[in-house]
């Protein structure tokens, strides 16, 4: 993710679910705040303290998706374009549950654009998901010294 076009890049992906392992979190909030502040597309970030909130208008917030759970079931039932990225929830893709709903949300795309993103340091294969999440690692070094952009 370092080309000043790589969020417009993953969002046109084709994919409903995304994930990228970083260290650089703050980062890739820069990144998307850039998008968010010279495209027409909305980016929605997610904290379990806040919710869902504007990248950029933080103050505009969506009430009651504290839950991940809650939260992914309101981006399922939205009827309008939007990029959602869950900073520091990966872990959470190791619950049954929210697999489940990240299922039906990729197998119920509609001609309308959403797509959930998750950024956190370590982030769980999910071989259900495998064909359904497009996967990016951003700055991670792997025991050989790889390193992954």
């Not at 959470?92 to 709903?101: N, S, V, Y």
């Not at 998750?118 to 999440?133: A, G, K, Y």
């Amino acid at each position: 993710m370092h080309s000043p076009n790589a969020a417009r890049q993953l969002i046109e992906s084709g994919y409903a679910i995304g994930t990228i392992e970083t260290r650089a979190r703050e980062r890739i909030e820069k990144i998307f705040k850039r998008h968010e502040l010279t495209s027409d597309q909305a980016i929605y970030a997610w904290s379990p303290e806040r919710g869902l909130y504007r990248v950029g208008w933080e103050y505009i917030r969506i009430p009651k998706t504290e839950p991940l759970a809650a939260a992914l079931d309101f981006i399922a039932c939205t009827i309008h374009f939007g990029v959602y990225v869950f900073y520091g929830a990966g872990q959470a893709l190791r619950r049954p549950e929210i697999i489940q709903r990240l299922r039906s949300f990729a197998q119920s795309q509609t001609r309308i654009r959403r797509m959930v993103i998750f950024v956190d340091e370590e982030i769980p294969q999910v071989p259900e998901l495998r064909s359904m999440i497009v996967q990016l690692r951003h700055g991670v070094r792997e025991a050989s010294g790889g390193d992954f952009c």
